[in-house]
Nanobody, 114 residues
Framework: QVQLVESGGGLVQAGGSLRLSCAAS????????MAWYRQAPGKQRELVAA???????SYADSVLGRFTISRDNAGSTLYLQMNSLKPEDTGVYYC????????WGQGTQVTVSS
């Protein structure tokens, strides 16, 4: 199993940027897909972005062109660069190893004020 710890969340004004990090307790090079999810108050958790082990990425339509997912296999870290943030991006952001159902972090809060 693997432990995941997210960081980098916070309060930011609309139009601002944040960079989230997800540190893994062991090497992530063997993980095929990793992803960022978010959960807004009163809503279901939704997929934000995913990245395969060799780099292909995919994004939710709502963040396409604003968010960038990346991974540092050597450093065992997953990142999410978030630009042009909107109030609707507010939520708790989680990282996840797609083929390990229990591999979730504890989440980091992102709040975007209008």
């Amino acid at each position: 199993q693997v432990q995941l710890v997210e960081s980098g969340g916070g309060l930011v004004q609309a139009g601002g940027s944040l960079r989230l990090s997800c540190a893994a307790s062991r090497s992530i090079i063997s993980f095929n897909d990793m992803a960022w999810y978010r959960q807004a108050p009163g809503k279901q958790r939704e997929l934000v972005a995913a990245i395969a082990s060799r780099g292909p990425t995919s994004y939710a339509d709502s963040v396409l062109g604003r968010f960038t997912i990346s991974r540092d296999n050597a450093g065992s870290t997953l990142y999410l660069q978030m630009n042009s943030l909107k109030p609707e991006d507010t939520g708790v952001y989680y990282c996840h190893v797609v083929n390990l159902p229990r591999a979730w972090g504890q989440g980091t809060q992102v709040t975007v004020s209008s």
